[in-house]
């Protein structure tokens, strides 16, 4: 018998216990031996609650118990949870996490703390919820050189996104439906600002590197200036606009952001809607992959950390390697990065020739329902020359980087 125990009774820590004790037989086949959830650790008490035997409060009973080996870290945020992951990996005890911004702000270390003791710290739920993209990256694909990670990896931003496609609804609206239905939080900032999707590509990409991508030195922007203005003309063009986050090898640097880009409809990622994410990957070797799923919610995010506490289990005194060094990656500036761009111009303060004038050679897009203005795709820049050129031009109603890749 293999004893466990679960930082955080939350949504995904009741669900990583709901997994282990109704998924009892595929667990212990798995494993060849039963795994049991022997503590809960928890501010509340759970009174009523099959739970509450098992709940404590005091982190220390679970670090000190010399009986359990492989904990389940679903508490979410930097603290506590960092101090408490630090205190099992120093114990010697596997850690496995859907905490996706203690990930970023400190996997490479915790990985480190976790070998230097002999054990693991697993991080599959941290991206993509139910999607085994972690253990992909981390096992399917060692053999190759990635040279791309470009992912739909917020599932709020994704149904936003669609709904204001196939509806032709306002971005405000279509977010308020979204709150009222419990798919937005109500402080909506950290999805459709792209902080969450930011804290994903900073650990694929560094997945990807092998070494330490900082979150806060990417460039990041959300959705709230998409409108349905710039869906009648991605329409007109075959395309989808899409949360992407993407991480890209670039020489022997990276380029990882996370901004809306218009995507041909062709492109597999197009094809995630909803609430649904979707990881494309390119190797070397391999060339092009997806993987697709559901980014978040209780039982898929659980299944992917039980995923990881089986590893844990199958590994006990073994540290498996990741590839993840605590030493930063080598990013291409911001500024540097190329990009082809969509610009939305007003009729009445510039028109095609002066478009053109401006950001060189390009296509004019015009949509009927939109007399007063008119669209103008660029060919490849600089983001640092495209800034100046939009500067330069009166009337430029919005901007979106475009993917040019069918
Ligand atoms: N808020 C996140 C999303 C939850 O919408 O995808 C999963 O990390």
């Known amino acids: 018998m293999i004893k466990a125990a679960v930082f ?18 595929r667990v212990e086949k798995a494993v060849g031996d039963k795994v049991e959830v022997k503590y809960v650790l928890d501010l509340r008490e759970f009174e009523g609650d099959p739970i509450r035997s098992r709940v404590v409060h005091d982190v220390d009973v679970i670090v000190n118990d010399p009986e359990i080996q492989i904990i389940s870290e679903t508490m979410g945020g930097n603290e506590p949870a ?16 859907s905490n996706k911004e203690l990930v970023a702000n400190h996997g490479a270390e915790l990985i480190r703390i976790a070998a230097e003791h002999h054990c693991n710290y697993f991080f599959e739920a941290s991206v993509g919820g139910g999607i085994p993209i972690i253990r992909t990256i981390n096992e399917a694909l060692t053999q190759e050189h990635l040279l791309e990670i470009s992912g739909i990896v917020n599932g709020t931003t994704n149904y936003i996104l ?41 650990i694929l990409s560094s997945l990807m590197s092998g070494q330490n991508v900082n979150y806060e030195d990417l ?6 200036k998409i ?53 494309f990957v390119k190797g070397d070797m391999l060339d092009d992959s997806m993987y697709y799923g559901r980014g978040a919610g209780k039982l898929p995010t659980a299944s992917a950390v ?8 199958r590994n006990l005194g073994r540290h498996l390697p990741i590839n993840w060094e605590e030493q930063p990656a080598k990013l291409v500036a911001f500024e540097d990065a190329k990009h082809c761009f969509f610009v939305r111009i ?18 004019v897009v015009t949509v009927d329902a939109l007399a007063n203005e008119f669209a103008y795709l660029t060919e490849e820049m600089s983001e640092k020359e495209f800034a100046a050129k939009k500067a330069s031009l009166n009337g430029v109603l919005s901007a979106i980087r475009v993917d040019k890749r069918a």
């Open 82 to 97: 960092y101090t408490f992951t630090k205190k099992a990996l120093e114990a010697g005890k596997s850690v496995c996490t």
């Open 306 to 313: 039980v995923a990881d506490v089986i590893e844990a289990a």
């Open 162 to 202: 669609t709904k204001m496609d196939r509806e032709g609804a306002a971005f405000d609206t279509v977010l308020k439906q979204a709150q009222d239905l419990g798919y937005a939080e109500r402080n909506p900032e950290a999805d459709i600002e792209g902080y969450d999707a930011v804290r994903k590509i900073a």
């Open 219 to 224: 460039h990041v922007e959300g959705i709230t």
């Open 346 to 363: 007003d009729r009445a303060s510039a028109d095609e020739a002066k478009a053109k004038e401006v950001f060189g050679k390009g296509e």
């Open 227 to 279: 409108s349905s203005e710039d869906f009648l003309y991605a329409a007109k063009l075959n395309r989808s606009i899409k949360l992407l986050a993407t991480a890209k090898k670039v020489g022997e640097k990276y380029l990882a952001m996370v901004a809306p880009f218009m995507l041909s409809k062709d492109h597999p990622l197009a094809s995630a809607n909803d609430v649904f994410n979707a990881v």
């Open 8 to 25: 955080g009774y939350g949504n995904i820590g009741s669900g990583v216990v709901r997994v282990i004790e109704e998924n009892a037989d």
